[in-house]
Nanobody, 126 residues
Framework: QVELVESGGGSVQAGGSLRLSCTAS????????RAWFRQAPGKEREFVAV????????YYGESVKGRFSIARDNAENTVHLQMNSLKPEDTAVYYC???????????????????WGQGTQVTVSS
């Protein structure tokens, strides 16, 4: 079992930055990859970014490429999502996710992730 807790959400004006953090506990040595997804009201859950357990591979959703960056701090069992040049359309609840199966982790499909955090709200005003 893996538990995930997100932090760092909040409100910011367009063009600003935020950094989200996701801290894992439990059977963390079994985690193959950790990802961020987001969901805006009335929309489907959208893939944002993912990093594998070594940190050697990362993938990003098209809408955030060049603006967001994912990184891991193994000493703290934490994955960070640095979000720069934020836009109003980035407003959503951001979820941290983890998979122990591996599989198609790099495709950014929510169904590939077994563990989820409770989510943190990010609001970007124009």
């Amino acid at each position: 079992q893996v538990e995930l807790v997100e932090s760092g959400g909040g409100s910011v004006q367009a063009g600003g930055s935020l950094r989200l953090s996701c801290t894992a506990s439990g059977e963390i040595n079994t985690v193959y990859a950790r990802a961020w997804f987001r969901q805006a009201p009335g929309k489907e859950r959208e893939f944002v970014a993912v990093i594998n357990w070594t940190g050697s591979s990362t993938y990003y959703g098209e809408s955030v490429k060049g603006r967001f960056s994912i990184a891991r701090d193994n000493a703290e069992n934490t994955v960070h999502l640095q979000m720069n040049s934020l836009k109003p359309e980035d407003t959503a609840v951001y979820y941290c996710a983890a998979t122990v199966r591996g599989g198609r982790w790099f495709e950014g499909l929510p169904a590939e992730y077994e563990y989820w955090g409770q989510g943190t709200q990010v609001t970007v005003s124009s």
